[in-house]
């Protein structure tokens, strides 16, 4: 009997052919097989938001492929992900392979079988097989709403943004309150002004060692950060602490227990991945992928933090053989997640087998770490607690201030065996009530209040996670789309800002559609969709009671607001036509276009002056190295007098001082004269096949 396993990837069809015999035929459809049509909306909004599935170009010839594999074969096994999104794939088949079509004779013959499986292994696989079930219709229609819901949200509010700002604009349900988020936090940086506030610590001598201490209580009441305002008041204080004694007040010491991390899910591997290795979380997303498809880790989009019996027993197995039994715990640990919406009966992302370490597998850069990561957090979480000694001394003086010295040292391991996670220890002298101390020297340190920091991609997605907006599987796409739209830019410390076109988006749906970018909206939305997975509500409940409200709203706002003017005019002339320039904003930023458009069309780059780096250019001399963009949005440095210099460099120019001048200059390198850049952290030659770095470079003369 001939089996036709479908999945999606072909990478995934690869692995699971290895646990299969030679009955089975496993292919991928890679990925969706039908989908709305891309030219109209697709969605029949008068008739309960029927949508009208199309098959895409691209997916014809695979179609054929499959069908043609079905014919030969006397079953048809469903074995995409067990997600909506996998499972929404299946259903799909079903229907463009006509499986479910009565007037379709033969394929009414097959057998048609769903299976799911956490894990790529051969005993996941076997068991899946031995327990087939149906097309689960409820995620399928989980799905089918998200898709139609940001279909509408797409496709009905990016054409008013076209018409009142400017063409080439788009909304979207998630993205636009991503966008949001981020426009609220550069608000808040623009609108903070520091304040000054001053500590003072004290170096204090017990014969023959000597200890910091910092200024903590006033008349045994514990001073805020904030307390010391201003350099006076500091300066009073070290006044009145240099007469007298100061003495051991008080010693406490206990253990403090540090426990490991729950292991991995979707939003906590994309953070750490960002944070250790600042990987984006769409790169995260693909290197877990290609893992999960290879059979090395278990499913990678989860918010459950859930661990089956049998990856618990093998984790204790292996900690216990290879780093001995005292870092186990009596008991196995347990965790659960705090998101709302959770699929607890989902596994978090773990190794398949904890024995197949990362130095044991063909993986390397950017795979190997990533796996290495999942492996470590994984045996971490079952692991015994590290346990620090700390010891914390008050330091009385003869006036109303005391002050408070902290010291902690490792006793214990525990998990930091196999997950190292960043700690200080520091090391106080032995001391016991009542010593006396020498004051050996009083330091005032001023300090300023800084503004809050801008998002990274990590703390954005906490962000969102935290506000239950957005789902494991569309926190990745949802930072790419913004960033792809402009409406977000990294800068040089790879943190999110916003662009202008950000900001004019934002406001004017803040504005005037204030449901589509309200963070509580939004994540009543995603409940309103779990409780769709969960067979609780119908699907076309949930689009009726959002669509009439937004379809009125969006009708009112078509006729009342006005088109922005997104021009302002210049004095600069067009070398082409001899009419005025003028300043047009794009989907990319600001841009001279002449005036006579669209007789005219002539167009010109803004070059930016935030990153300019002010010397000349080290091609020609004459002209002056800016920062200018590409037609999509991208930055770069090159010569002001392009075209006729055409010196250009995707990475910063590396600056140095002219020797014997205050002036500066463009540093070169020392082995091939090529010019040094600055590139994820270090300064490096911008010829590739040259590998010398900062150390090489050569001094600039005058």
């Known amino acids: 009997m001939s089996k036709l396993v479908i999945v999606e990837s072909p990478t995934k069809a690869k692995t699971i052919s290895k646990f299969l015999g030679s009955g089975f035929n496993v292919t991928s459809s890679y990925g969706h097989i039908r989908d709305l049509p891309k030219g109209d909306l697709g969605i029949d909004t008068e008739n309960n938001f029927e949508p009208r599935y199309v098959i895409p170009t691209k997916a014809r010839k695979k179609l054929g492929e ?3 594999a079905m014919e030969k074969s006397d079953e048809v096994i469903l074995a995409t992900d ?140 514990t001073l805020d950060k904030m307390a010391v305002k201003n350099k006076k008041e500091a300066e009073d204080i070290l006044s009145t602490l240099k007469k007298g004694e100061w003495k051991i007040e008080e010693i406490k010491q206990r253990d403090v227990k540090k426990n490991p991390s729950p292991p991995f899910t979707t939003s906590t591997l994309q953070q750490t991945a960002g944070n250790k290795f600042g990987y984006p979380a769409k790169r995260t997303m693909m290197l877990a992928q290609n893992l999960y498809e290879r059979g090395f880790i278990t499913y990678h989009r989860t918010d459950s933090l859930s661990l089956s019996s049998g990856a618990i027993e093998a984790g204790r197995n292996y900690i216990e053989k290879e780093l001995g039994k005292k870092y186990l715990p009596d008991s196995p640990r347990f965790y659960k997640t705090r998101s709302k919406g959770a699929q607890e009966a989902h596994e978090a992302i773990r190794p398949t087998d904890p024995a197949k370490t990362p130095d044991s597998l063909k993986l390397e850069g950017p795979q190997k770490k990533l796996y290495e990561l999942i492996w470590q957090r994984f045996l971490a979480s079952q692991m015994l607690p590290a346990i620090f000694a700390a010891t914390t001394v008050d330091v009385a003086t003869e006036t109303e201030y005391s002050f408070r010295a902290t010291g902690q040292i490792m006793r214990f391991d525990g998990f930091l065996k196999i997950y190292p996670v960043k700690f200080q220890e520091a090391e106080l002298p032995e001391l016991k009530k009542g010593d006396l101390l020498n004051l050996q020297k009083l330091t005032p340190n001023q300090h300023f209040t800084k503004p809050p920091a801008r998002y990274t991609e990590a703390s954005l997605i906490k962000e969102l996670e935290k506000n239950g907006i957005g789902r494991p599987s569309t926190y990745a796409p949802t930072i790419s789309t913004i960033q792809d739209r402009n409406y977000v830019q990294k800068n040089e410390q790879k943190r999110l800002a916003p662009t202008e076109v950000g900001f004019i988006v934002t406001d004017l749906l803040m504005e005037h559609f204030p449901t589509i970018v309200d963070t509580k909206f939004t994540a009543k939305m995603e409940q309103d969709l779990d409780e769709v997975a969960e067979g609780k509500v119908k699907w076309q409940e949930v689009m009726t009671k959002f669509y009439g409200p937004f379809e009125k709203n969006l009708e009112e706002k078509y006729e009342k607001v006005e088109k922005k003017d997104m021009t302002e005019e210049t004095e600069k002339i067009c070398p082409k036509c001899g009419k005025k320039l003028i300043k047009r904003m794009g989907r990319f930023g600001w841009f001279y276009a002449c005036s006579g458009f669209p007789e005219c069309k002539h167009t010109e780059n803004i070059e ?55 002036k500066k200059a463009v540093s070169k390198c020392s082995k091939c004269d090529s010019i040094l850049v600055e590139k994820k952290g270090a300064v490096v030659c911008s010829n590739k096949e040259c590998k010398h770095k900062a150390t090489d470079k050569t001094p600039v003369d005058k």
């Open 66 to 68: 499959l069908k043609k």
């Open 82 to 221: 067990e997600d909506r999104e996998g499972e929404a794939i299946a259903w799909h088949l079903v229907h463009a392979l006509g499986l479910n079509d009565p007037k379709n004779k033969k394929a009414q013959e097959k057998i048609v079988e769903r299976i799911v499986f956490h894990e790529i292994t051969k005993n996941a696989i076997e068991d899946a097989l031995k327990n087939p079930r149906d097309i689960n219709i409820d995620l399928v229609n989980a799905q089918q709403a998200r898709r139609i819901l940001d279909r509408l949200v797409g496709y009905k509010l990016s054409p008013f943004l076209w018409k009142k700002v400017m063409r080439g604009l788009s909304a979207g349900r998630v993205q636009s309150v991503a966008v949001r988020l981020i426009v609220e936090k550069e608000r808040e940086i623009q609108a903070f002004k520091p304040e000054e506030y001053w500590s003072i610590q004290a170096e204090l001598e017990k014969t023959p060692n000597s200890f910091v201490a910092d200024l903590f209580a006033k008349n045994g009441k």
């Open 608 to 662: 930016s002056k935030e990153n300019d780096i002010d010397v000349r250019c080290p091609k020609c001399v004459e002209g002056k190295v800016v920062t200018k963009k590409t037609r999509r949005g991208k930055m770069f440095w090159g010569c002001n007098r392009y075209p006729d210099c055409d010196f250009a460099t995707w990475d910063k120019p590396h600056v140095e001082e002219v020797k014997g001048t205050t």
